[in-house]
């Protein structure tokens, strides 16, 4: 993915993508496309969330008896 040259995008570790910029629009429009490669699923909560999102999680199937 290209970085547009007004932002700064830094991995602090594995888990950790900081994108940091002036424009705030420009920000937040990248680190939607970011998130649109893996967004969270309901299901195990994995994927890619923005900082302090809650991820709402539903209950899968229960087990067959």
């Known amino acids: 993915m290209i970085t547009p040259p007004t932002l700064t995008v830094s991995v602090e570790n594995p888990t950790n ?3 940091s ?3 705030k ?3 937040g429009e990248f680190a939607a496309k970011i998130r649109a490669v893996r967004p969270p699923e309901p299901y195990k909560g994995k ?3 923005y ?3 809650i991820i709402r999680r539903k209950a899968g199937k229960t087990g067959k008896k």
């Open 51 to 53: 900082e302090n999102e």
């Open 17 to 19: 993508i900081t994108v």
């Open 47 to 49: 994927g890619i969330a």
């Open 21 to 23: 910029g002036m424009e």
């Open 25 to 27: 629009e420009i920000v």
